[in-house]
Structure formats: C-alpha cells, structure tokens
C-alpha cells in the first residue's frame, strides 16, 4: 500500500483545495492508496492557529495592501531563514512522520518545505520523496522554492519560467496546471455560444466589497439577456437582501448561499465575475469559463490577475460597477470577444491536473526505504480491520455489529463540517452506517421562510446539489472506509409552541420529497422511496439546549402505527417514555459540530447492508443503544488524524449486556 502525506494550511482557500482535490485524485488513481490530508498549523497551535487565521482574513478583506506588505517580508532572506523555525510545528511534523513513514509527502504550503529541510539539517537522508505544489500563479514568492523538493509541480509555463529564474533547475519543475477537483476532468456538453436571445449566463461569486454588489447587480441587470446566478457565501444577511432587491426580475436572478457546486456552475455559465483568488481562478480556467475579476489582493493574488490579462482569458476590472462594461463587451457583435477567450482558455486549460499530479507522486512513491512499518495513520481503524471485507455495493456478508448514526448536519444546514468532512470524520471512526440529514423546511410557513434565508435549513434550489454530492461522496466512503451512506433529510415543521412544531427525519431517500406536504404525506412519499421515517427528538430534551418539538409526540396515536421508529436518544437526552411505551427505537447523535460525537449511538446486528440494517429498524430488532466514546483519542487529549480511535466492536461485546436490545 502506498502511503501519502498531503500538508496543507489553512491561510488562503487554495492550499486546502489543492490539498483535497489531490488526495481524491490519488485515490481515483489507485484505489489500493491511502493518502491523508493533515492542516499541522491548526494541530501544533490551536487557538493561536484560529486567531491568526481570523487575523490572516480580516487583513485581505479589510487592509489588503497592509497584508500584501507582510507576504512580501517572506522574501526578505532574514525572514525566509526563520520559516523553518516553527519549534511547535516542527515537532509535530517530526511525531507524523516517525509514526507514519510516507512514501511521498506532498505540500501545498511554502512553510513545510523549509521545516522538513530543518529536520533533515544534519546529514540525514530523507526517507520519503518530497514533491511541492505550488499554488500561487506568476508572483510566486521564494518561499515557495527555496527550500528543497523532489519536485515542484506549477500551473503554467508561466509560472515554471519564475522558478528557473530563482534558481530551480528545470528538471524538477513539472507543469502539470493546479490541482482542481477531478469532476472537472469529465467530459460535460459544450457549451454553447451565446447567439440571438440565448441567454448570457453569468456567475457572480461575491466574498468581499459587499456593500457594492448590490449596485453592481443592479448594472448588470441593466444588460439585455444576461441572467444572474449570485453566491453570497455564509452571508444570509447579504442573500436576503439581495433576494428582495431582485425580486422583480427573479425570472433571471438565482440568489445562492454557499454552495458545494462550484465546477457544475463553471461548467454552466459563461462568464464568471470575482475576486483574483487563487483557487477560483485556476477553476474557471479548468473550466473554460472566462473571467472578470473585480478585487485583486496585493501579494498571492496579483499573479493571478496577470495571469488573465497575459494570456487574455477575461479582463480585470478596478471597481465593480465596471464588471458590466465588461460583461457588454464580452457578448457584443456576436460575442467576439468572449469567443476569443474561450480559444485561449482551451489552449491553456488542464482540468486533469489533479490526476497528473497524482500520477507523478504514485510513481515516486514506488521506492522502497528501509525500516518501514504498518503505521497508524494509513492503517484502517480497528472497527474494520476485524470484519470481514464486503463487496463493494455493500451487500452480503454474515451478520456483524454495526455501529451507526442516522442523524447528522453538514453546512449545507446549520452543521460545521461539509459533506466530504462528514465522511472522512465518520470513516476515521470507524463507522459501518451513516446518514446524513440536513434540516429542511416548510417553505409555506413563516418560520421556514426565516430559516431558509438564514441559511439555517437546505435552500429550495440547492435540494438536487445535495443529494447529488451525498451520492457521489457514498461512493468514495464505500471505496476509502467500507462505510455505508445514506441520503436523508430532517423535515421542520416548525410552530410557534412546541406542541405544535414537529422535526421528522426520512432515512435513505433516493429522491427530494416536498417539504410543503402534510406530516402523513411526508412519511407516505418516504415509504414510497423504500425509505424510514423517524421521529426525531419527540420528547422534552433537558441535557441540550434547544426548541422541543413535541407534535408527533403529542398526537402519537396518529403517528404510531406510520412511523418506524422513535428517537429514543438524541445527543445527551436519554427519552424514557418511548421506551415504556415500547415504541420502536434508534438513537442518534444530531450532529453538528465535531464535539457531538460524543453522544448515543445504534447498535444493529445485521450484515452490512442498506437493506438489511432498515429492516431491523422497522421490526426493531438486533437492535442497541450505546454512548460513544474515543477512549484512546479521549485519554489522550488527542488532535491527530495518525491516533487510531477506540476498538469498537471489543467495547461493543463488554456493553451489550448493558444495553436496552430487543429480539
């Protein structure tokens, strides 16, 4: 097995990116692979880490040119000798990489390079190949290359032509384009010219000069046949507001929140307007989307912009009232121009870096070093390495313990993590069974309204997004953790007493079900799917703050014989009168934010199977309730993805004697 290390930061959107589109990359390469993502800044230093991540944003919103004086300083050589003297950081690098012994190690941040030329000061031979990628564009500071690498992987000509200047021999500079995610590698329908009346479909990516966007919508929509689609990020402020300025032309605004989407929109549109990030410009090449970039950030960002005025594949703009002007001359005289910058996007675009670059870390991954070791970090987590291996529709197999939680939210509700997170947070865990379920409101009542503007609940228009990410993410559980994912939702139907307010969750849905229904139809269209419908939270929580939803509860009578099953348990409240009323059970961690994890779980005896774990739901039985807990991570107060979590199923056969089963 071929162990990778990817080292990112989390200072700029683009080290992260790079970071996780590579490491999917190399998993779609070799499926036999493991390659893990570590942020070692936000493991060595914690709280300071935040502030200065919080300090690092505020500076680039709010005093970009005081911030484009600080990046420059990394290239005075005083300061550059000192980027190896993160004594913490240092540290902590020097424990990863003797528990974990990678075959390459992969950085998407200029700082690691020189920590590990600091670690291996002193004669002593690297025992794994280094390979950098840098993902800055033209203004590339030295920092980037003046430590050692194997190789430095850039994303154009460009840019290679800065490193040989700077001393970087040409033969260990790759060009191979910035590693965007694979999904833009496959081969979506052309898209078309604009001609006639078509619509001009332009994407509007707002992070800062929020205060502008509206007049600089209002020019836009000035322009004949430009239809708008706008991300306000986690602004739900911003995004009502702008929902309601365009309210009278929403026949050709889509106003959005955050969105995990972003290739599909590149792919869709045909202009992009945004600031000169590093990420989202090397997107819009790989999608051959032109750009107007409307905010450049002094430092990292200033290469990107040349980058779009070098090779004329859109237009930078000073203010934002002049992205219209823009946008006008793009798609006049049967869009010449715009024309012009797709032909010199296909000429540049490499939508496959990614795979390119995890092509060059898999070969040089091959060398063999002395000494190596079955090490904790690559190594499946206990829970799995003791079961039998399945194939991988995640059918058949004998009968197993099954630890799983039917109850979670990600970003795309009121959660902290992102789906993707989700997965690998669950998969590292050692998790069988999972179901994602974010909020989703009654549209026709005022408290889902409210709630869907303030990015509390999965929007109307992002439904089709979500369960299309969950889907392909359930691949990638199967292939990287063998765990099973399903695609489930939490129904609010939200009152202003809590006996009239009712959250109902729809386990293992194949399709979007209308919020709007009544309760009975709901669980109806939820049964249609071959889905579970499951009362969440029903009684009165007393461990967690929150509103009590008590509806269902209060009218069981009704319920009773149309659910499958009651929350029993959720995160800390333990319901007692389900089970004296012997209602069917499951319990569930209601996640949101990392913490949470410590919480009720269920237990099911079954084989591991979609299938065969709702049946015993529905019948209600093999099945258990169990707290949670890390013990090995837990005792140790430990941060690092490489500290294995607790053996489960050895605790499971201790606590069954314990725990409420039914058979």
């Given at each position: 097995?071929?162990?990778?290390?990817?080292?990112?930061?989390?200072?700029?959107?683009g080290h992260n990116a790079a970071a996780r589109n590579l490491r999917e990359a190399v998993e779609l390469v070799d499926e036999d692979a493991r390659a893990e993502t570590l942020d070692l800044f936000a493991d060595s230093y914690g709280a300071f880490n935040t502030l200065a991540r919080k300090t690092y944003l505020g500076m680039v919103a709010y005093a970009p040119r005081l911030w484009g004086q600080f990046y420059s300083l990394m290239?005075?050589?005083?300061?550059?000798?000192?980027?190896?003297?993160?004594?913490?950081?240092?540290?902590?690098l020097e424990k990863v990489l003797a528990e974990t012994?990678?075959?390459?190690?992969?950085?998407?941040?200029?700082?690691?390079?020189?920590?590990?030329?600091?670690?291996?000061?002193?004669?002593?031979?690297?025992?794994?190949?280094?390979?950098?990628?840098?993902?800055?564009?033209?203004?590339?500071?030295?920092?980037?290359f003046r430590a050692p690498s194997d190789y430095f992987c850039?994303?154009?000509?460009?840019?290679?032509?800065?490193?040989?200047?700077?001393?970087?021999?040409?033969?260990?500079?790759?060009?191979?384009?910035?590693?965007?995610?694979?999904?833009?590698?496959?081969?979506?329908?052309?898209?078309?010219?604009?001609?006639?009346?078509?619509?001009?479909?332009?994407?509007?990516?707002?992070?800062?000069?929020?205060?502008?966007?509206?007049?600089?919508?209002?020019?836009?929509?000035?322009?004949?046949?430009?239809?708008?689609?706008?991300?306000?990020?986690?602004?739900?402020?911003?995004?009502a507001k702008l929902i309601e300025r365009t309210r009278d032309q929403e026949h050709r605004v889509k106003v959005l929140g955050w969105t995990n989407q972003m290739p599909e929109l590149l792919m869709s549109h045909h202009l992009i307007i945004g600031k000169a990030g590093g990420a989202i410009v090397q997107e819009a090449i790989a999608a051959r989307c032109p750009m107007i970039v409307n905010?450049?950030?002094?430092?990292?960002?200033?290469?990107?912009?040349?980058?779009?005025?070098?090779?004329?594949?859109?237009?930078?703009?000073?203010?934002?009232?002049?992205?219209?002007?823009?946008?006008?001359?793009?798609?006049?005289?049967?869009?010449?121009?715009?024309?012009?910058?797709?032909?010199?996007?296909?000429?540049?675009?490499?939508p496959d870096a990614a795979m390119k670059i995890a092509r060059l870390v898999l070969d040089e991954s091959e060398n063999d070093f002395p000494g190596g070791k079955a090490v904790k970090l690559f190594d499946p987590s206990p829970a799995r390495v003791m079961r039998s291996p399945q194939p991988a529709n995640g059918h058949g197999g004998s009968a197993q313990m099954l630890l799983c939680d039917?109850?979670?939210?990600?970003?795309?509700?009121?959660?902290?993590?992102?789906?993707?997170?989700?997965?690998?947070?669950?998969?590292?865990?050692?998790?069988d069974c999972i179901c994602i379920t974010d909020h989703l409101a009654d549209p026709k009542r005022l408290l889902g309204k409210l709630a869907e503007l303030a990015n509390c609940t999965l929007g109307q228009g992002q439904i089709g997004e979500y369960f299309s990410v969950i889907e392909r993410e359930r691949q990638r559980a199967w292939r990287r953790y063998k765990m099973l994912v399903m695609t489930g939702i939490e129904f609010n139907k939200d009152g202003y007493t809590s006996k009239t307010s009712a959250h109902l969750l729809g386990i293992d849905l194949k399709a979007p079900v209308d919020a709007s229904l009544e309760i009975p139809e709901i669980i109806e269209k939820i049964h249609e799917q071959g889905g579970l419908a499951v009362a969440s939270h029903p009684h009165i929580m007393k461990s967690e703050w929150g509103k009590n939803t008590l509806y269902l509860w209060e009218n069981q009578e009704t319920f009773a014989p149309l659910l499958d099953a009651w929350e029993i348990a959720n995160r800390n409240n333990i319901f007692n009168d389900i089970g004296l009323k012997r209602l069917p059970f499951i319990a569930?961690?209601?996640?949101?934010?990392?913490?949470?994890?410590?919480?009720?779980?269920?237990?099911?005896?079954?084989?591991?199977?979609?299938e065969a774990i709702k049946d015993c739901i529905r019948r209600n039985e093999h099945v258990a309730i169990t707290l949670y807990r890390d013990f090995a991570g837990a005792a140790k107060g430990a941060k690092h993805a490489f500290e294995p979590a607790a053996t489960m199923p050895r605790l499971f056969e201790e606590r069954l004697s314990l725990q409420a089963v039914n058979h």
């Amino acid at each position: 097995m071929k162990k990778i290390l990817i080292l990112t930061a989390g200072f700029g959107d683009g080290h992260n990116a790079a970071a996780r589109n590579l490491r999917e990359a190399v998993e779609l390469v070799d499926e036999d692979a493991r390659a893990e993502t570590l942020d070692l800044f936000a493991d060595s230093y914690g709280a300071f880490n935040t502030l200065a991540r919080k300090t690092y944003l505020g500076m680039v919103a709010y005093a970009p040119r005081l911030w484009g004086q600080f990046y420059s300083l990394m290239e005075n050589p005083f300061v550059e000798k000192q980027l190896g003297g993160f004594t913490r950081l240092q540290n902590t690098l020097e424990k990863v990489l003797a528990e974990t012994q990678p075959d390459c190690v992969v950085s998407t941040y200029p700082v690691y390079g020189h920590v590990i030329k600091k670690i291996y000061s002193s004669h002593q031979e690297r025992p794994f190949r280094f390979i950098t990628v840098v993902t800055d564009s033209i203004t590339i500071n030295s920092a980037w290359f003046r430590a050692p690498s194997d190789y430095f992987c850039v994303a154009n000509e460009a840019t290679a032509e800065v490193l040989i200047k700077g001393g970087v021999p040409e033969e260990q500079i790759k060009v191979t384009g910035f590693p965007v995610d694979p999904k833009f590698a496959e081969n979506p329908d052309e898209l078309r010219q604009p001609i006639a009346d078509e619509p001009r479909r332009v994407l509007y990516v707002i992070n800062t000069g929020k205060k502008k966007a509206g007049k600089a919508i209002d020019r836009l929509l000035e322009l004949d046949d430009v239809h708008l689609t706008i991300t306000t990020g986690r602004d739900p402020e911003l995004r009502a507001k702008l929902i309601e300025r365009t309210r009278d032309q929403e026949h050709r605004v889509k106003v959005l929140g955050w969105t995990n989407q972003m290739p599909e929109l590149l792919m869709s549109h045909h202009l992009i307007i945004g600031k000169a990030g590093g990420a989202i410009v090397q997107e819009a090449i790989a999608a051959r989307c032109p750009m107007i970039v409307n905010q450049v950030i002094p430092g990292q960002e200033e290469g990107n912009a040349e980058l779009i005025e070098k090779f004329n594949i859109g237009a930078v703009v000073e203010k934002n009232k002049e992205a219209a002007e823009a946008v006008e001359m793009a798609f006049e005289k049967r869009a010449t121009l715009w024309n012009e910058w797709r032909k010199n996007l296909k000429k540049i675009s490499r939508p496959d870096a990614a795979m390119k670059i995890a092509r060059l870390v898999l070969d040089e991954s091959e060398n063999d070093f002395p000494g190596g070791k079955a090490v904790k970090l690559f190594d499946p987590s206990p829970a799995r390495v003791m079961r039998s291996p399945q194939p991988a529709n995640g059918h058949g197999g004998s009968a197993q313990m099954l630890l799983c939680d039917f109850h979670i939210h990600t970003n795309y509700s009121d959660g902290k993590l992102s789906v993707p997170d989700i997965i690998d947070f669950y998969g590292e865990r050692g998790f069988d069974c999972i179901c994602i379920t974010d909020h989703l409101a009654d549209p026709k009542r005022l408290l889902g309204k409210l709630a869907e503007l303030a990015n509390c609940t999965l929007g109307q228009g992002q439904i089709g997004e979500y369960f299309s990410v969950i889907e392909r993410e359930r691949q990638r559980a199967w292939r990287r953790y063998k765990m099973l994912v399903m695609t489930g939702i939490e129904f609010n139907k939200d009152g202003y007493t809590s006996k009239t307010s009712a959250h109902l969750l729809g386990i293992d849905l194949k399709a979007p079900v209308d919020a709007s229904l009544e309760i009975p139809e709901i669980i109806e269209k939820i049964h249609e799917q071959g889905g579970l419908a499951v009362a969440s939270h029903p009684h009165i929580m007393k461990s967690e703050w929150g509103k009590n939803t008590l509806y269902l509860w209060e009218n069981q009578e009704t319920f009773a014989p149309l659910l499958d099953a009651w929350e029993i348990a959720n995160r800390n409240n333990i319901f007692n009168d389900i089970g004296l009323k012997r209602l069917p059970f499951i319990a569930n961690s209601d996640f949101h934010k990392p913490k949470h994890i410590y919480s009720w779980k269920t237990l099911i005896h079954a084989e591991k199977d979609y299938e065969a774990i709702k049946d015993c739901i529905r019948r209600n039985e093999h099945v258990a309730i169990t707290l949670y807990r890390d013990f090995a991570g837990a005792a140790k107060g430990a941060k690092h993805a490489f500290e294995p979590a607790a053996t489960m199923p050895r605790l499971f056969e201790e606590r069954l004697s314990l725990q409420a089963v039914n058979h």
